[in-house]
Nanobody, 120 residues
Framework: QVQLVESGGGLVQAGDSLRLSCAAS????????MAWVRQAPGKERESVAR????????NYADSVKGRFTISRDNAANTVYLQMNSLKPEDTAVYYC?????????????WGQGTQVTVSS
């Protein structure tokens, strides 16, 4: 199992920036992808950004393209989400997700989430 701890959330104004961090521990060798997923009140979870743990390939939701950047530090087992030009609609709890593969078994581990609130 992989343990994930997010940090970096907070209350900011529209147009500001924030950087979220997610530190992984435990069986990190089994991680093949990490992602940031957010959930706003009354809405379904939305995958914001993903990054391949091996080659660093990234993928973004259309709603954040050009504003958010996901990156990783394999040595530190940490993934980051740099969020620029924040909008009130970015307000949500942001969760870190690790995609795990052990032999032919695949599953996800999740962090506890960090609140991001953007005021207009």
């Amino acid at each position: 199992q992989v343990q994930l701890v997010e940090s970096g959330g907070g209350l900011v104004q529209a147009g500001d920036s924030l950087r979220l961090s997610c530190a992984a521990s435990g069986r990190t060798v089994s991680i093949y992808e990490m992602a940031w997923v957010r959930q706003a009140p009354g809405k379904e979870r939305e995958s914001v950004a993903r990054i391949s743990w091996n080659d660093g390939q990234t993928n973004y939701a259309d709603s954040v393209k050009g504003r958010f950047t996901i990156s990783r530090d394999n040595a530190a087992n940490t993934v980051y989400l740099q969020m620029n030009s924040l909008k009130p609609e970015d307000t949500a709890v942001y969760y870190c997700r690790a995609a795990i593969r052990i032999l032919n078994t695949y599953y996800n581990d999740w962090g506890q989430g960090t609140q991001v609130t953007v005021s207009s």
